[in-house]
């Protein structure tokens, strides 16, 4: 299988999207609900959004450890539900939650060590 190679112009691209998508996700976790996220299972999004994170995470700091990345990533699952506990903004905070972030963010990281390469 023929793996991506990950020059310069791509490492930056995937970096600015890491902090593009951190940023987004701490500010839509943040964000009243409305109760329902469509017909989509809660655990299901968190694990789809750390997924990405891990990706780019992973594919923007290749020479970067993957378990660092790994705990990088629960602490910032971590802080968002410590975020959402605090403040009484309808949003609650849940174990589980940072279990399905963990998920996400491990097999993002996993599946970007695969399919892409260092130059």
Same mark, same amino acid.
């Given at each position: 299988? @023929?793996?991506? =190679? $990950?020059?310069?112009?791509?490492?930056? *691209? !995937?970096?600015? =999207?890491?902090?593009?998508?951190?940023? @987004? =996700?701490?500010?839509?976790?943040?964000?009243? @609900?409305?109760? @329902?996220?469509?017909? $989509?299972?809660?655990? #299901?999004?968190? =694990?789809?959004?750390?997924?990405?994170? +891990?990706? #780019? !995470?992973?594919?923007?700091?290749?020479?970067?450890?993957?378990?660092?990345?790994?705990?990088? *990533?629960?602490?910032?699952? +971590?802080?968002?539900?410590?975020?959402?506990?605090?403040?009484?903004? +309808?949003?609650?905070?849940?174990?589980?939650? #940072?279990?399905?972030?963990?998920?996400?963010?491990?097999? +993002?990281?996993?599946? !970007?060590?695969?399919?892409?390469? #260092?130059?």
């Amino acid at each position: 299988m @023929s793996r991506i =190679a $990950m020059n310069r112009p791509l490492v930056w *691209l !995937a970096r600015f =999207a890491l902090v593009v998508a951190l940023c @987004s =996700a701490f500010v839509i976790a943040l964000v009243p @609900s409305s109760g @329902s996220a469509g017909h $989509m299972n809660d655990k #299901l999004l968190h =694990a789809m959004t750390f997924f990405g994170l +891990g990706g #780019l !995470a992973s594919a923007g700091f290749r020479r970067r450890s993957g378990v660092g990345i790994f705990i990088f *990533l629960t602490i910032f699952g +971590g802080l968002i539900e410590i975020a959402q506990w605090l403040p009484d903004w +309808g949003r609650s905070a849940e174990w589980a939650d #940072l279990g399905a972030d963990m998920a996400g963010a491990f097999i +993002g990281i996993v599946m !970007a060590r695969i399919l892409t390469r #260092l130059p």
